[in-house]
């Protein structure tokens, strides 16, 4: 499987955005960039996905470099709601239905 | 909207003794997912299923088995019990397609003393 490495943990002041990188530089043509979150005492929340274009939702943004070798996760508004463990996993055809949780960013937001 | 099912919340066994983990999907989702974490570690994929068959497989003991039945709902069947068994698990359903999200449940605490 293509590993992806994210910072240990990161912060954020309330209110303001957060970049969440992630490096995925074995990643394949068919990987699709999924994100994740998890709340303390919570399963894990889907947030985003991508493949080769930059997709946005109700929740966050996702930035995917042209040579897909690294992508972010954008917070437009950090909300103390937001502090979790933010986990990007990739996900391919070929490896089916395993889906497999790396170490992910832990975020704190500062009010 | 439905979410994931997840029973029991909360388990408490002792050691040797087994444990059945039951897990009730979304509506329409024919794949289903296990997952252990324990204290302060990320999820660790166990094992899955694609309409009631076994898809994947992860890092599930021995002692460890499941299966999904014609209602789409699964069971995670945990025997001998450890002290290490002690961990949240959760279970997730998904539709098939490889860029269709995964939904999870809120897990079950399984405490083994």
């Known amino acids: 499987d293509a590993k992806t490495t994210q910072p240990n943990s990161m912060e954020s002041n309330e209110e303001e955005p957060v970049h969440l990188p992630c490096n995925h530089s074995t990643i394949s043509g068919t990987d699709y960039i999924h994100w994740y979150r998890q709340l303390p005492s919570q399963g894990p929340e889907y947030v985003i996905h991508?493949?080769?274009s930059n997709v946005n939702n109700r929740m966050a943004s996702l930035a995917i470099a042209e040579d897909r070798k690294s992508s972010t996760l954008i917070l437009h508004r950090a909300t103390l709601r937001d502090a979790a463990v933010y986990y990007c996993i990739l996900r391919d055809v070929d490896t089916g239905n395993q889906f497999y949780f790396g170490t992910g960013t832990s975020l704190t937001v500062i009010p | 909207a439905a979410g994931v099912i997840q029973s029991p919340r909360h388990l408490i066994k002792e050691k040797r003794e087994t444990a059945t983990l039951k897990c009730y999907p979304i509506?329409?989702?024919?794949?289903v997912y296990w997952y252990q974490q324990g204290p302060g570690q990320d999820p660790q994929f166990l094992i899955s299923?694609?309409?009631?068959?076994?898809?994947d497989k992860g890092s599930i003991p021995d002692r460890f088995s499941a299966q999904q039945f014609s209602d789409y709902h699964s069971e995670l069947n945990m025997s001998s019990l450890e002290l290490g068994d002690s961990a949240l698990y959760f279970c997730a359903s998904s539709l098939p397609q490889v860029n269709s999200p995964l939904h999870f449940g809120n897990g079950t605490r399984l405490t083994v003393t």
């Open positions: 509506p329409r989702h024919d794949t």
């Open positions: 991508g493949l080769t």
């Open positions: 299923f694609y309409e009631k068959m076994q898809s």
